[in-house]
């Protein structure tokens, strides 16, 4: 399945938008591949964006007094990773 129909599904799963309407917001995103064990939020910055996961998963960690914590685990059966409200 290709990137357009994952998010469609992903999409219609949560609401009922019009194919126009998922069009017009997979126009307005961008498409960012990570390699494994990059990191796509540093720690000390703010995040302003949405997550989806094609493909592969995520770990959610944060790290206090040098002990690495895994908050969560997020994978492509998952869907949407939201860090924050544009």
């Not at 000390?44 to 969560?72: A, P, W, Y």
């Amino acid at each position: 399945m290709d990137n357009y129909n994952q998010i469609r599904l992903s999409l219609q799963r949560q609401y009922s938008f019009s194919d126009q309407q998922v069009v017009l917001f997979y126009n307005m995103i961008s498409l960012k591949k990570l390699s494994k064990k990059s990191l796509l939020l540093k720690s000390g910055h703010i995040c302003n964006f949405v997550s989806f996961i094609f493909k592969g998963s995520l770990r959610m960690h944060t790290c206090d007094q040098e002990i690495e914590r895994t908050i969560s685990f997020f994978t492509e059966m998952t869907g949407w990773l939201i860090l924050a409200v544009l």
